[in-house]
């Protein structure tokens, strides 16, 4: 029996919150110099039909460290639905890999993978989530605030793949989530329809004022205005999108200890100011960093077996995320 990480809706708040802390406990062994081979000899296919710094380097990263090695297939050399069947792919592949991390377009495109695959399959961006990034943007406010519960999150900008998996994190961690975004960029309604159902009670908020939005926010939070595969809209998202802009007056409207976060590749000039992103509140290198560590805890959880002993402790979140 295996598990499928392909948006924040498949896991518990359980095991979303045990996933964090073992995420935590890697990072710490490894700090401390100890990068125990928990992976050994597994394999991750990594298939990718968009370009990628992050996602791509720290799943590589995070195999090697665990002692797996990671496989890089170009989306176009793979042809996924083009040269063969996504189901002919996922019943092959499944043969050679352990798992699979997959960037795509269409989020159906990793639903009917994994509908057909014998391994775990992994979202590493479709254009209705990126579960990896908010994870690993839930793990960076816990570090930086201390806790995650009755923290208030702003998200300023487009409502897309990262906005998304962002309202779903908070809803199981229990911050509270709010989107500025300009009319017409609104949450999809099938996501609202998933989110409601997921989440009765939990109001997924969303206005058009980011004045109002970043107020007391904790963490403001903005990615680009248009994602990949939208190139053809950039310019008209750009006048839309203008008032939306993270800048110092906005980012003055946080908290206290407010952070600043962005999933990266950020514009400068564009979604934020280059001032606001290296700003001494901007978090965005550790987030980015986070990437890896948060990766490694769930390439644990989806391909492990077994309960270990690291440093002298074990892994005992283990057991409470399986
Ligand atoms: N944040 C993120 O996913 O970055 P990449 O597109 O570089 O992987
Ligand atoms: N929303 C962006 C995120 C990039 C990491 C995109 O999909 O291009």
């Given at each position: 029996m295996h598990r499928h990480f392909l948006d924040l809706f498949d896991i518990s708040r359980e095991e979303a919150l045990g996933l964090l802390d073992l995420a935590d406990r890697l990072k710490r062994d490894d700090s401390e110099g100890h990068r125990p081979q928990?992976?050994?000899g597994r394999i991750l296919g990594l298939i990718f039909e968009k370009p990628s710094l992050r996602t791509r380097v720290s799943f590589e990263a995070a195999m090697a460290r665990l002692g797996g090695n990671a496989l890089f297939l170009q989306g176009k050399d793979v042809?996924?639905?083009?040269?063969?069947s996504v189901s002919d792919f996922a019943r092959v592949i499944s043969q050679y890999v352990d798992a699979i991390a997959i960037r795509t377009f269409s989020h159906e495109t990793i639903v009917e993978l994994a509908r057909h695959a014998t391994i775990p399959i992994i979202n590493a961006l479709s254009d209705a989530a990126h579960p990896c990034q908010a994870m690993a943007d839930l793990m960076t406010i816990r570090e930086e605030r201390?806790?995650?519960?009755?923290l208030k999150l702003a998200f300023v900008g487009d409502g897309n793949n990262v906005a998304m998996s962002l309202a779903v994190a908070s809803a199981l961690a229990g911050l509270e989530f709010v989107l500025a975004c300009p009319p017409g960029y609104e949450f999809p309604d099938d996501f609202r329809g998933r989110f409601a159902a997921a989440f009765p009670g939990v109001a997924l908020r969303v206005e058009h004022n980011p004045r109002s939005a970043a107020t007391d926010a904790d963490v403001i939070y903005t990615d680009v205005w248009?994602?990949?595969?939208q190139e053809d809209e950039v310019e008209a998202r750009g006048k839309v999108f203008a008032p939306y802009q993270v800048d110092r007056d906005l980012l003055n409207l946080g908290s206290p200890g407010v952070i600043f976060l962005h999933c990266l590749p950020a514009h400068r000039g564009e979604e934020v100011t280059a001032e606001v992103l290296d700003h001494?509140?901007?978090r965005i290198i550790p987030q980015a960093a986070n990437r890896l560590h948060f990766q490694k805890a769930l390439l644990f959880w989806l391909l492990s077996e077994d309960n270990v002993e690291v440093n002298g402790r074990p892994i005992s979140s283990h057991a409470s995320v399986r």
């Open positions: 928990l992976l050994p042809g996924l639905g083009v040269r063969e201390g806790r995650l519960d009755g248009a994602s990949m595969g001494p509140r901007s």
